[in-house]
């Protein structure tokens, strides 16, 4: 049992709650540890922190739950920080998903324009978590689930000397949406994912101990004509029995890119402004539990429901305690465990996590074929990162101008102007100009 102080920013998110809850869930893990939850919204910091207080009463760990609006307070001395925070909260990421669109250019939260803004909105405050961490926790480490994960962590890692994780359950998530689409049973799938962050594809894929692609083909073959069978999934099915290999997710937004646009542009809303009308729900609900005596939430009315966060606390866990546990990080490509990407940059892969650190696995290079979008992807999420960290305007310009969703200079300079002065309360000058 590992005691520490864990300092989680951003933790009066709508996932705030859910994190506590499963954090807490994992406290014999933490015996005698101390939380400081930190946010710069201080009436949701305090539902949050009321709801995890009386938890850990009711369920006798121990556990200490605090909070504060002051970041360099909730910092010093501390042993790790969780960090999951989303600057200029969903009405940024709405802009980040609608302007685009305009452009004729897929909106999305981590994927095209709209994570590299996210990123650099993300990173702005970065500059400002590391300062502190040197001023009052010099060996703190990172624990990041502050998206887009990836540029957070190349530019943390490119150019600071902090120690940074960052955590996606996408390794462990995306297969099973090919699985499910195909009709197997997930427990006899053996699934090995790599690439960068959301980006990652199929290196090992066995079912039963055999190939799984015969299987796949003929999923593909019986079902691919079936009206029960979501548009997404059949995406998902299609693109694995073709490219040879399982895909994560976000592939539908370079793979099937007409078709998805098409139906971002003929829809109401965007994604966040659905997630801006649940909103309230949301809280109506922590607000409530924060008056039980014992909260019970409901992950039903829970923002990403109650167990969130968990692979981080799982990291987290494995590093403090030493127990040599299998699981997917972010962290940079050094020594060159993942072929064909260079050792500074930061891809996503499958690692042992013990007391030495987080330490990757034998990666199989990504098949030829899914290759070549991987390795552009990790180029455009360099130069994102450097602009994010130390850029200007042209600096912006020319990253975007490399990410495979935007087609053309112009497009990248008209959606860079029109994006960067939307969110010009979260830039730094230089950004701007």
């Not at 006798?60 to 909730?74: E, F, G, K, M, Y």
Request: contains cysteine; glycine residues 6%.
């Amino acid at each position: 049992m590992a005691a520490i102080k864990l300092v989680y920013i951003g933790g009066g998110s709508s996932r705030g709650a859910g994190t506590m809850a499963s954090f807490l869930a994992h406290a014999k893990d933490f015996a005698g540890s101390e939380v400081v939850i930190q946010d710069v919204n201080p009436d949701r910091l305090h539902a949050v922190e009321t709801i995890a207080t009386k938890i850990a009463r009711a369920q006798d760990l121990d556990i200490t739950v605090t909070s504060t609006t002051d970041r360099r307070a909730a910092l010093t001395d501390a042993d790790a920080v969780l960090s999951s925070f989303r600057p200029g909260d969903f009405a940024a990421r709405a802009l980040d998903e609608r302007i685009p669109l305009k452009h004729g250019v897929i909106g999305q939260e981590t994927q095209g324009p709209g994570g590299f803004f996210m990123a650099l909105r993300s990173i702005h405050i970065y500059e400002d978590i590391v300062r502190d961490l040197d001023a009052v926790a010099p060996n703190a480490i990172l624990f990041n689930y502050t998206n887009p994960v990836n540029i957070v962590s190349q530019a943390v890692t490119k150019f600071t000397d902090r120690t940074i994780w960052s955590m996606c359950e996408g390794p462990i998530v995306f297969p099973k949406t090919v699985l499910r689409a195909a009709g197997l049973d997930e427990d006899k799938a053996e699934i090995v994912m790599a690439g960068v962050n959301h980006n990652v594809w199929s290196t090992e894929h066995t079912y039963d101990g055999q190939d799984l692609m015969p299987l796949l083909d003929a999923a593909w073959e019986a079902r691919k004509d079936d009206p029960t069978l979501s548009v997404h999934a059949k995406r998902m099915l299609h693109l694995a029995v073709t490219m040879r290999s399982v895909p994560a997710d976000y592939f539908q937004y370079y793979y099937f890119r007409e078709e998805v646009l098409r139906e971002l542009q003929g829809a109401r809303t965007t994604r966040a402004e659905d997630l801006l009308a649940a909103l309230p729900g949301y809280w109506e609900h922590y607000e409530e539990q924060s008056r039980a005596e014992v909260p019970d939430l409901d992950p039903a009315r829970s923002r990403g429901g109650i167990h969130e966060l968990e692979l981080a606390i799982d990291v987290m866990s494995a590093y403090y305690n030493d127990t040599g546990a299998r699981l997917p990080v972010n962290l940079p490509n050094v020594g060159g465990a993942l072929p064909g990407f260079d050792e500074d940059v930061v891809v996503e892969m499958w690692c042992t996590v013990d007391a030495q650190g987080v330490r990757p696995l034998p990666q199989k290079p990504l098949p030829h074929a899914v290759r070549g979008l991987v390795q552009q992807l990790a180029e455009y999420q360099y130069l994102a990162a450097e602009a994010a960290w130390k850029g200007t305007r042209a600096d912006g310009i020319r990253a975007l101008a490399a990410n495979p969703m935007v087609p053309t200079i112009a497009v990248a300079e008209e959606l860079y102007d029109e994006m960067a002065y939307a969110h010009r309360a979260y830039l730094p000058e230089r950004l701007l100009k």
